[in-house]
């Protein structure tokens, strides 16, 4: 199974900001990589797909890069509502695996 | 409006079973993959099963396979996911979501709670 591991675990920013968070695979997986956010309490919000698609209603502000085993998000202009958990996930081959997760906080 | 919608969760004890639903409404149900996806109280999300458009391929990770199903009804619309022999560490909210080809899950379904207790 690809393993994908996520750093920070966790960081702590300010409206305004802007952060950048990454993915790694434990082995090459082209660019089938995805980013998901997650507020609490909810179910998760599709970003990006591809590593760097966004999927149709993200704003802008929402970036990924990468391919191969290394991946980042980045989210400029950090805003109240962006303030949530995001995670990773490899949809190159099953299963599935998703990263741990890293939150966003204030 | 489009949407997915889970049902079927429940307190239930160890070794019984359960089966869940999503409908799915708004949209061609029977173009897409759908998939499981579960996250246990206060963890990470963890990809659960997916079944094809047709029905016909399905994948499971491994400390489900011999024990869920998962199975479609597309004149129903409905996707379905039979839960046996659940063990406590099953309890999760449990997901469906939707997989366009060629993309990632674009939408999911606010989730149903599966909760394996004596």
């Known amino acids: 199974d690809i393993q994908l591991t996520q750093s920070p675990s966790s960081l702590s920013a300010s409206v305004g900001d802007r952060v950048t968070i990454t993915c790694r695979a434990s082995q090459a997986i082209d660019t089938y990589l995805a980013w998901f956010q997650q507020r609490p309490g909810k179910a998760p919000k599709s970003l990006i797909y591809?590593?760097?698609n966004l999927l149709s209603g993200v704003p802008s502000k929402f970036s990924g890069s990468g391919s191969g085993t290394d991946f980042t998000l980045t989210i400029n202009n950090l805003q109240p509502e962006d303030f949530a958990t995001y995670y990773c996930l490899q949809y190159s081959s099953y299963p599935f695996t998703f990263g741990p997760g890293t939150k966003v906080d204030i | 409006q489009v949407q997915l919608v889970e049902s079927g969760g429940g307190v239930v004890q160890p070794g019984t079973s359960l089966r869940l639903s999503c409908e799915a409404s708004?949209?061609?149900?029977?173009?897409?993959?759908m998939h499981w996806v579960r996250q246990a109280p206060g963890k990470g999300l963890e990809w659960v099963t997916v079944?094809?458009?047709?029905?016909?391929?399905?994948f499971y990770i491994d400390s489900v396979k011999g024990r869920f199903t998962i199975s479609r009804d597309n004149s129903k619309n409905t996707l379905y996911l039979q839960m046996n022999s659940l063990r406590p560490d099953d309890t999760a909210v449990y997901y469906c979501?939707?997989?366009?080809?060629?993309?990632?899950?674009?939408?999911w379904g606010p989730g149903t709670m599966v909760i394996v207790s004596s």
């Open positions: 079944i094809s458009f047709g029905g016909r391929n399905k």
């Open positions: 591809a590593a760097s």
């Open positions: 979501a939707r997989r366009p080809e060629g993309s990632t899950f674009d939408m």
């Open positions: 708004g949209f061609t149900f029977s173009k897409f993959a």
